[in-house]
């Protein structure tokens, strides 16, 4: 079945430092790929999505490439913030005659950036 | 526009008894699924209902069901509840066109004493 395998965390950064979280997926076909973000005491929300091979997903300065070859969905940020601090999930969906299924998520990764 | 709302917020249990944990989508999206977050296990798909029918189930026993309504709104049922049930319940919603984009409520978290 599918799966997604993200990076174990906590990661900890100071501020201004260069993000990445590792995600590598296992799927049939051709998934589209997210990333959704918690932050403390709310429910997810999307981050950034990409649905085919070589796309590039970014929002609020993170970005994530969707790699084929490599099965690879990795975070990055080039200068992360205090109000990063959260936890990350990369989830994928097959998509049925053009329609998605259920989400599959990885585990989650806890980011804390200190001042 | 409203999101997703569910309740209650906190639902305190013993081992044995029966939770009902409610889920409002957002005005217009037809898709309701439910996700256990247990800690340290990450969010662990449990049902995904669309137009009132069961789509999909997660491996999880018979005692957890479920049922949409009408108005799309829905409910989950946990029957003969057992510690390890203890967990935050996320309710997310998605449009008609569903292209895998889920709008989280903020979820029910349930203690199983």
């Known amino acids: 079945g599918d799966s997604v395998t993200q990076m174990e965390g906590p990661v900890t950064l100071s501020e201004e430092a260069f993000l990445t979280i590792n995600c590598t997926y296992t799927a049939t076909g051709y998934p589209s790929l997210f990333w959704y973000v918690q932050y403390p005491g709310e429910g997810l929300q999307l981050l950034l999505k990409?649905?085919?091979?070589?796309d590039k997903g970014s929002n609020k300065g993170f970005e994530a490439t969707y790699r084929k070859e490599t099965t690879s969905f990795h975070l990055e940020k080039g200068s992360v913030q205090v109000s990063d601090s959260a936890v990350y999930f990369c989830a994928l969906t097959p998509l049925s005659s053009g329609s998605a299924r259920q989400l599959t998520f990885g585990s989650g990764t806890q980011l804390t950036v200190l001042p | 526009e409203a999101g997703v709302t569910q309740s209650p917020t906190h639902l305190i249990k013993t081992r044995g008894q029966q939770a009902t944990l409610r889920c409002s989508p957002i005005?217009?999206?037809?898709?309701v699924y439910w996700y256990q977050q247990a800690l340290g296990l990450g969010l662990q798909f449990l049902l995904w209902?669309?137009?009132?029918?069961?789509?999909n189930r997660g491996n999880f026993p018979p005692r957890f069901s479920g049922r949409q309504f009408p108005n799309y709104s829905s409910e989950l049922n946990v029957n003969a509840l057992e510690l390890e049930d203890s967990a935050l319940y996320l309710c997310a919603s998605a449009d008609r066109v569903n292209t895998g984009e889920l709008f989280f409520g903020e979820g029910s978290r349930l203690t199983v004493l």
């Open positions: 005005s217009g999206h037809t898709s």
């Open positions: 209902y669309d137009e009132g029918e069961e789509r």
């Open positions: 990409a649905t085919k091979a070589d």
